[in-house]
């Protein structure tokens, strides 16, 4: 996850915030209720692209020798083979 969990709290803030003052939303428990629930959606949806790269790297690092073989750059293929499934299973990034 490339977001330190303290800057996760502060954007979730954030949104409250934004949503609260310009009347997009009414929520009568506490904000702190709010900013977690926000919060645990922004992690969840981190935690997408770090399942995504951990699988493309498993995939890739079973046929390592054939990349090296054929010379081709480990970080480009990663990329395209990210970039395939994200759009196989509709996400994005």
Avoid: C, P
């Amino acid at each position: 996850m490339r977001l330190k969990k303290e800057s996760i709290e502060k954007i979730s803030k954030k949104i409250i915030e934004s949503l609260l003052s310009k009347n997009l939303i009414i929520w009568e428990s506490s904000h702190n209720k709010l900013e977690s629930i926000i919060s645990e959606i922004i992690i969840d949806d981190l935690m997408v692209e770090d399942h995504l790269n951990e699988e493309v790297k498993e995939l890739l690092d079973s046929r390592t020798d054939e990349y090296e073989r054929s010379m081709i750059d480990y970080g480009r293929v990663f990329q395209l083979v990210k970039s395939k499934l994200a759009r196989e299973r509709g996400l994005i990034f």
